[in-house]
């Protein structure tokens, strides 16, 4: 099968399309034949051998994807050969097929297409977590998201609409800013050029934002706090900016306010049901219509050098996604 290998961390230039063996089925597992994988953040970290997780190598990257179960392993109930499913791994999924185990596989609706489903689990169910279970948001809260267009940005900026909030986005571009606004953003704030902690203040009425969506850190997040609601969240997803910030400890002391970390991943392994029930809710609302998972540019394997470019230089918007099978 072809496949993108990472024989040795370092660059995402160093990675080569191969034609490889195709993994083995353990009990346990599924082999899905890949329609559709999404790139994340966390793919380029792993590449580089910066992520938390370090795969031994070489390794196949890719955290997510969907497409068509064609055979189930030893002890695995609730597939058949033939389902349409997505997946989230730690890797393996740029590849035209990959094996799972069947705890991390969920049958998707099927108005859902394999690429909004590749790309759907990191970016929504993340945001969904982090509003639902960590920031408890309530429907006529104001919900302030940095990196507003980007992947669990846009996300959020939907879901905090489908959740009654107010949302306010905060973005590097005006073509950013518009596109947070056609995914339902009702304020927008262009941080590259504006005051962020001014403009969110002037928006509230002087009260700032009940909570922070942050997966961006750098200096926008102490910026960002400075203008938090009394009693507010500051959800801290990641640092895509690359800086990690340090925050005095006055700061949320004065507003009665909570810095709230969010762990995906650690909260889908350790509470499943509460994850499978985010799960199905986002299908729900993307039946209804109220989600619109907005992928803006799809790749063939072979040119993985210019997704992955789109990605760490700030461009992507919404969902990147690579097409193993060519689309
Ligand atoms: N905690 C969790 O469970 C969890 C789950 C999923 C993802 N994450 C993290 O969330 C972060 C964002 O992931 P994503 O997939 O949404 O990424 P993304 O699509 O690239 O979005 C990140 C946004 O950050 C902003 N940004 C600011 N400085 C940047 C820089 N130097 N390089 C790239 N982007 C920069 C960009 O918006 P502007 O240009 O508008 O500033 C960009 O749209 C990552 O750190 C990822 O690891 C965490």
Redesign the pocket.
């Known amino acids: 099968m072809k496949a993108i290998v990472c024989r040795e961390f370092g660059p995402e230039e160093n990675l080569k399309v191969e034609e490889i063996e195709p993994p083995a089925l353990k009990p346990g597992t599924v082999r899905i034949a890949v329609e559709a994988a999404g790139l994340?953040?966390?793919d380029l970290l792993c590449v580089r051998g910066q992520y938390q997780f370090k795969p031994p190598l070489p390794f196949v990257p890719g955290g997510e994807g969907a497409g068509i179960v064609q055979e189930i392993g030893e002890g695995v109930e609730g597939f058949s050969p033939g389902d349409r499913v997505l997946f989230t791994e730690l890797a393996g999924a740029f590849a035209e097929q990959t094996v799972v185990t069947a705890d991390k596989v969920v049958k998707i609706p099927d108005s859902m297409p394999f690429d909004v489903a590749a790309g759907l689990t990191?970016?929504y169910a993340?945001s969904i977590h982090a509003l639902r279970q960590r920031a408890r948001l309530q429907a006529g809260e104001t919900l302030l998201v940095l990196?507003a267009?980007?992947?669990?940005?846009l996300a959020t900026v939907e879901l905090g609409k489908a959740m009654g909030a107010r949302v306010i986005a905060a973005?590097?571009s005006p073509e950013?800013l518009a596109l947070a606004r056609e995914h339902g953003a009702d304020e927008g704030i262009d941080y590259a050029r504006e005051d962020l902690k001014a403009r969110v203040k002037e928006l509230t009425g002087g009260r700032g934002a009940d909570v922070i969506y942050d997966?961006?850190g750098?200096d926008y997040s102490e910026a960002a706090f400075r203008a938090i609601a009394w009693e507010g969240r500051h959800l801290v997803?990641?640092?895509?900016?690359?800086e990690i910030p340090r925050l005095a400890l006055n700061l949320p002391l004065l507003k009665g306010a909570s810095i709230v970390g969010?762990?995906?991943?650690a909260f889908a392994a350790r509470e499943p049901a509460a994850h499978a029930e985010n799960m199905q809710m986002l299908f729900r609302w993307f039946e209804e219509g109220r989600i619109r998972p907005h992928v803006s540019a799809r790749y063939r394997l072979e040119d993985f050098p210019a997704a992955f470019r789109d990605?760490s230089q700030?461009r992507?918007t919404g969902k990147i996604i690579l097409l193993p099978s060519g689309g």
């Open positions: 994340n953040f966390p990191i970016v993340t990196g267009a980007g992947g669990v940005g973005a590097s950013k997966p961006v750098g997803i990641g640092f895509a900016a690359g969010v762990f995906w991943g990605l700030r992507a």
